[in-house]
């Protein structure tokens, strides 16, 4: 025990042994957070205050629950299955599976990802004749899913106007599409199981009864609904031990709620208040920038971060004229690093938005230097990957009609529109899902469909008493899928990814200890504790033992649980030592030996929808503050003058968030070629060698773009009222030139040269 706590400074040791009592533990970025959680829990354990069924954790993402899982197994080495350690999505599909009769859903409820709920939405819409430019599928995602977040029903909103009632309406019917086809959203999870804990005191009592510490990390983020469901699940005699930052609060554009940190020191009477000052990750360079960033903020708590660490290498900035000099740029930092020895997993690629990727992607498949995207095009969103799953859905399911849908005429079965508006026809009619409305069709339409029941019955008869793999092996064979891909011409790669889809089972069964023998559907045996009738036998039997997942769920279920849950985090071929490229959003909680921060540009990051508002820009700021902070050694910060993105050519200022940084941590790679965004003064910087030759590339100018004689597509210049600013495009000659100039937080003008007076930078 000693051991556990030994390397812990003063503060953290007395957050670790705090009384079981609630706490907030308010720390910036790198303080050990999230070290001290974990430490805390094996020091309950150890010490026997607790019994791993007395304690739950939420983490932000399930591969931190995976980290502090593993990192408690060296802690305290414990069967730490049965710990309910996960997010807030994971937990509540653990509770939902244990009393999904109390909670009205079918036992084998499939999850909607993202993508699926956009389907299903439209989906919804085209069969009850919505307009869906009148009513984008989009917005209704958001507005249902904003709906969830506050715990509002369709059937509680008061709608202010038609437009409004139209949106609630079609959520009221979305919410019944759903309940009708057995499957659930992110939000559902969560509102689901807050209603299931409010309607039912004897299942809430009991497990405010069972949970005597919960621990949250990254607690800035909660959202409303979150906070909600902790309160449920929290009794008189629960600890909550809360972690977080609020310099790192970058989810209010879903519903997060830093005043939660507030609301939880009233409601939970917390008086137990500790902070933490000490960075352990970055070096001091690094920090300084990142407390300097910061600073610019005005709603903050207010904290302070020092380092005992060196200042260490300055922070490199590399100032591009385009996106692929950036990405040439980077390529070059990145083999000097690896030169010098650090491996490529320790190095991370961040960017603001998801679209940047591409282009970074390109220059490393091109180096030849491997590299995993982490979001982006995930391996379970890939088209071939969600077909399989979707069979295999419709296995567990049949009455996934969105699955159902996906497959029912893919590989080309001769299933067209026709038919399958028939079967909706008569789905509606007869109150059935589309699955059960097949009998109801007759003729050719019915012929057709009946060979797709033919083949789904075949499989879940074959499979019956088979493990995982050889379960999805066969439906891959079966459904066609692995045939149909065979004869495609570039098919060999989504091949190679159903195949990757098997390993993917065989790795995740043993990971979440399911014996590899077990069959892959539900046996009775399995469902003997949930099925008697009374919650409290399952609620009992997991009290005592620990029951872990395998228990409460079959192997397909759980699987396809992780694909829909799990899918955003990772791809397939961990494993391999590769560069990592994420968003910056999903590096929260991370740390790398060495960090890009790519695309600081006004407009792009600042990102242009968030930068006109005060809050949305200090949001965006918190942002880069995370950035930051994830760098332990080495930072690199770029941008690009121009850069080719949703298939537009722009002409970039650079952030502004570099005019927050001090100037004596950074390192300009570049003479300073263009301007900051206006109003920023003039940087005095000493003069570095001149770019690279690949640099030396002529800009590209769209056609459409005039030229002038005495100005320039590119060019910085000067406005009296409006600051510097890019121009984007000339036209006209002679006296008679007009020019669109991007004055980035001023926006775009179009100026008549001959009038403004403009002067070249
Ligand atoms: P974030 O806000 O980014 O989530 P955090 O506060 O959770 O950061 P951790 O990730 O827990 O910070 O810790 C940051 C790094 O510092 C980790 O590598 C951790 O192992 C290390 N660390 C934390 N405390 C100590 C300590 N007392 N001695 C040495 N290293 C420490
Ligand atoms: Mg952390």
């Given at each position: 025990m000693d051991n556990m706590l030994e390397n812990l400074n003063p503060e953290q040791l007395a957050a670790v042994t705090l009384p079981s009592q609630s706490a907030l533990i308010l720390a910036g970025a790198g303080s050990g957070k999230t070290r001290v959680l974990t430490t805390r829990i094996a020091w309950l354990l150890k010490t026997g205050?607790?019994?791993?069924?007395g304690i739950m954790a939420v983490t932000f993402t399930n591969k931190a629950a995976k980290e502090m899982m593993s990192r408690l197994s060296t802690l305290f080495p414990a069967n730490t299955r049965g710990l309910w350690i996960g997010t807030f999505h994971g937990l509540c599909n653990r509770l939902l599976r244990l009393h999904y009769r109390e909670a009205a859903l079918p036992q084998a409820f499939n999850i909607l990802d993202t993508q699926d709920q956009l389907s299903t939405i439209k989906r919804l819409l085209k069969t009850n004749n919505i307009d869906d430019e009148k009513f984008p599928p989009r917005n209704l995602m958001y507005f249902i899913n904003g709906a969830k977040e506050r715990g509002f029903r369709a059937s509680v909103i008061e709608a202010q106007d038609d437009y409004e009632r139209k949106m609630v309406e079609l959520y009221g019917l979305y919410e019944e599409q759903c309940q009708r086809e057995g499957v659930v959203d992110f939000g559902e999870l969560l509102l689901r199981s807050c209603e299931l804990l409010e309607k039912n005191p004897v299942l809430r009592e009991h497990y405010q009864e069972r949970f005597r510490h919960i621990l949250v990390d990254e607690?800035?983020?909660?959202?409303n609904l979150q906070y909600k469901w902790l309160k449920l699940m929290a009794g008189n005699n629960t600890a909550i031990f809360a972690v977080g930052d609020d310099d790192q609060s970058i989810y209010a554009f879903r519903g997060a709620n830093v005043g939660n940190m507030l609301s939880f020191q009233h409601d939970f009477n917390v008086q137990n208040l500790i902070r933490l000052e000490q960075n352990y990750r970055s070096h001091g360079n690094i920090l300084e920038a990142a407390n300097t960033l910061i600073a610019h903020n005005t709603h903050r708590l207010g904290k302070n971060l020092h380092t005992d660490a060196g200042e260490g290498e300055p922070i490199r900035v590399c100032e591009a004229p385009s996106d692929l000099n950036e990405v040439q740029w980077i390529l070059d930092e990145v083999n000097h690093l690896i030169g010098d020895g650090m491996s490529r997993s320790e190095i991370a690629v961040l960017y603001r938005s998801n679209a940047q990727s591409r282009v970074i992607e390109h220059g490393l498949f091109s180096a030849g230097i491997p590299y995993r995207v982490y979001g982006g095009l995930r391996f379970f969103e890939r088209a071939e990957i969600k077909h399989a799953i979707a069979y295999l859905q419709l296995i567990d399911n049949p009455d996934n009609n969105a699955a159902f849908l996906r497959v029912v005429n893919f590989p080309a079965r001769g299933i067209g529109a026709r038919t399958v508006e028939q079967l909706q026809e008569m789905s509606r009619i007869h109150d059935v899902s589309l699955y059960g409305a097949i009998p109801y069709v007759s003729g050719k339409a019915g012929t057709a469909l009946a060979s797709f029941v033919r083949i789904i019955q075949t499989i879940r008869a074959e499979v019956k008493e088979m493990n995982l793999p050889s379960l999805i092996q066969t439906t891959l064979e079966k459904s066609g899928l692995l045939l149909h891909y065979q004869s495609e011409k570039e098919g060999a790669d989504r091949i190679e990814n159903l195949e990757q889809l098997v390993s993917a089972a065989t790795l995740f069964l043993s990971e979440e200890g399911f014996s590899l023998e077990a069959p892959a559907l539900l046996t009775e045996k399995m469902t003997d504790g949930l099925n008697a009738g009374n919650p409290l036998l399952a609620v009992d039997s997991v009290i005592g033992a620990?029951?872990?997942l395998p228990m409460i769920m079959s192997p397909l279920a759980a699987f396809l649980t992780h694909a829909s849950l799990?899918?955003?985090?990772?791809?397939?071929?961990?494993g391999q030592d590769a560069l990592q490229l994420m968003t910056v959003h999903s590096a929260k909680g991370l740390e790398f030996d060495a960090v890009f921060i790519t695309g600081l540009e006004e407009g792009l990051f600042p990102h242009e929808n968030s930068a006109r508002e005060e809050d949305g820009l200090e949001e965006e700021r918190r942002l880069m503050y995370v950035a930051i902070t994830r760098a332990k050694k080495r930072l690199y910060l770029s941008y690009a003058q121009t850069r080719m993105l949703h298939g537009q050519m722009r002409y970039n200022l650079s952030s502004r968030f570099f005019s927050e940084?001090?100037?004596?941590?950074l390192k300009w790679l570049?003479?300073?070629?263009q301007s900051m965004y206006s109003g920023i003064p003039q940087r005095k910087r000493e003069p570095v060698a001149q770019f690279d030759k690949s640099f030396a590339v002529e800009k590209q100018t769209p056609a459409s773009f005039g030229r002038n004689s005495e100005w320039r597509i590119g060019e910085t210049v000067f406005h009296k009222k409006f600051g510097e600013g890019v121009i984007v495009s000339l036209e006209g000659q002679g006296t008679a030139v007009r020019a669109n100039i991007n004055f980035g937080r001023q926006g775009m003008k179009l100026l008549d040269l001959s009038i403004a007076k403009l002067e070249h930078v």
């Open positions: 205050q607790v019994s791993t069924s607690f800035q983020d909660t959202n620990d029951i872990p799990e899918a955003g985090e990772n791809q397939a071929d961990e940084l001090p100037d004596r941590n570049t003479p300073r070629k």
